[in-house]
């Protein structure tokens, strides 16, 4: 693309008009613009200029006065953008009018203009920006004997991930990430000791492991009921970081141990048998079952009946 630069800004009467003849890519015309007298004032516009159009333009007016124009039609470039470290640049030609978008790599800021266009004067309408490796604050001088970090780093990107001891409780988020901004995703967290209130213990049931005022986070405790009482719900609890209990303390309720040996087949085999729960017996084939079929756990934890027996339908 060529470029017509002018010496200077030039008027022409409506009146005699004399110049150097150029090709006819040379069109005049009377000015149009709000503002401007068309009678006294003459435009000039060359369109698809050719170097060949270069040179001196003189204009005469009736009074004699004579104007000229130096009129330079040439090739214009920018300089070629360098490349720094992580800018890419959207577009690699440097003529006349030619926009370009810069960016950078994943992980870096950009440090200047985002874009810049080739101006006719031969230059960037901006300086090339440089590409910063973004870093967040070094996190390595904020642990201490309860706080435990694994850092993978301080580029954008990076990970923080963050734990306390047994009996400690994080206070924050457990992970963060090194943002394009320079700052850590969330405040770094701290560790907070952990303290479950003493539970009480279930009627009818005792507890297995030692009794305390308070426990620390990580204990845990293991219930158990007296004879003919079954528990209902956990057994096991353990001291959370958020200071609660993993679950509410079991019932012990009244229930019926298993019947007892029998040389018939139980219709379900447990430890404990809730009340009003029911068992059914059978014999093998060849045997014949004497005592009730149908045994049922009684509201004070007592079966039925006494547990059936079989015996051989063989005679002799």
Known sequence: MYVVTM???????????????????????????????PQLEYRLSIYHAQKDDSGRFTCITPMGHRHSVDIVVAAVHCPEIPITAGLNVSNPSTKLDTEVVFLCREGQTLIG????????????SAEPPICRVTECPD?????NDFLQ????????????????????????????????????????????????????????????????DKYRGGDVLQFACDANHMMDGQNIIVCQENGRWSASVPKCVLACQFP??????????????????????????G???????????????RWSSTTPTCHSTRKG
């Open 7 to 37: 010496g200077v800004n030039i008027k022409l009467t409506k009146s005699a008009l004399h110049m150097k003849e150029v090709n006819y890519f040379f069109l005049v015309g009377w000015t149009n613009e709000a503002g401007r007298d």
């Open 113 to 124: 203009a985002e874009e810049a266009t080739c101006l006719p004067s031969g230059n960037w």
């Open 139 to 143: 996190l390595s001088n904020v642990t």
């Open 149 to 212: 970090a694994k850092i993978s780093g301080q580029t954008v990107g990076s990970r923080a991930n963050f734990s306390c001891p047994s009996g400690y409780g994080l206070r924050g988020e457990m992970v963060l990430q090194c943002l394009d901004t320079g700052q850590w995703s969330a405040p770094v967290p701290y560790c907070e000791e952990v303290i479950c209130e003493s539970p009480e213990v279930p009627k009818n049931g005792y507890l297995q492991s030692s009794n305390k």
């Open 260 to 285: 007892g040996p029998s040389d018939a087949i139980i219709s379900k085999a447990d430890y404990f048998y809730r009340i009003n729960e029911t068992v059914t017996f059978e014999c093998k084939d």
């Open 287 to 301: 045997f014949e079952l004497r005592g009730p079929k149908m045994l049922r756990c009684l509201d004070d934890g």
